[in-house]
């Protein structure tokens, strides 16, 4: 578990010590989905899951995970375990112990996407960035304690987030992974992961990419899914996920 920190109101998203500053602790641990690490390996998946989620995780097996051809190909996926109780509000915990991860254990790794266990990834239309997705360059606050977005004016006093990129699914080089792991260090945490990500980027003074194809609903009408402009496909249940896979118009089975 990452240390604990105190911080008083005017100080909360201006300083931090020790935020993230010792790795997170595994239960599990899979070393071997990047060995031998002299093994070139284009992009590696990180999908955001809760324990009870075994459906969603078998379909996403079952379907478009079958191009990384069970973590034998250029593409593999991770699935790791962290001693923290997982909830909405651990995401950030969630998605660093997977940076942390893949900074240590896959070097030879290009790139990374991080993406949820309700999206379908279209691997055909993966594109390389430095930091993309589906990106708006600024956005405000959720001040509705009703909502799963809510922030509190202690633990984000300011107007606007920085520009983001949708945590439904991202895409960067591991270069710039292992400098957020670094300066994840310094930057105060935020229980919103893309918006902690995205507070990181902006220190480091990246660039956002916005890129076509990160997609919130899909039309099955027009049956889009062999179209190499799309990447991703965000809240499909497990049912929706496998009829994408397996109709007619998807020309890009393995």
């Known amino acids: ?134 990106c708006q360059h600024i956005a405000s606050p959720v001040r509705d304690k009703r909502s799963k977005w809510y922030a509190s004016f202690d633990s984000y006093p300011e107007k606007t987030y920085p520009g983001y990129c949708s945590g439904t699914g991202y895409v960067t080089s591991l270069n710039v992974i292992t400098k957020i792991v670094k300066i994840s260090k310094s930057v105060p945490f935020f229980n919103l992961e893309d918006v902690f990500v995205a507070l990181c980027i902006k220190k480091l003074v990246l660039r956002l990419n916005p890129i076509t194809g990160f997609m919130l609903a899909y039309d099955f009408v027009n049956c889009k899914n062999n179209d190499n402009k799309l990447v991703t496909i965000h809240q499909v249940s497990v049912s929706i996920l496998r009829r994408i896979w397996e109709i007619p118009c998807n020309a890009n089975k393995v």
């Not at 078998?58 to 995970?65: C, E, F, K, P, Y």
């Open 1 to 134: 578990m990452p240390k604990t920190f105190e911080l008083n109101q005017t100080d909360k998203q201006q300083k931090c010590t020790g935020c993230f500053s010792e790795s997170i602790h595994l239960i599990t641990d899979k070393i071997e989905i990047c060995n031998p690490s002299n093994k070139y390996i284009d992009i590696l998946i990180m999908i955001t899951s809760f324990p009870q989620n075994k459906l969603s995780r078998n379909a996403m097996r079952d379907t478009w995970l079958r191009h990384t051809k069970n973590n034998t190909g250029n593409i593999r996926y991770d699935i790791i375990l962290g001693s923290f109780k997982d909830a909405y509000n651990s995401l950030t915990f969630k998605t660093l112990m997977g940076f942390q991860w893949a900074n240590k254990r896959c070097p030879n790794a290009q790139f990374v996407m991080k993406t949820d266990d309700d999206v379908y990834v279209h691997n055909p239309g993966l594109k390389k960035s430095h930091f993309g997705g589906r």
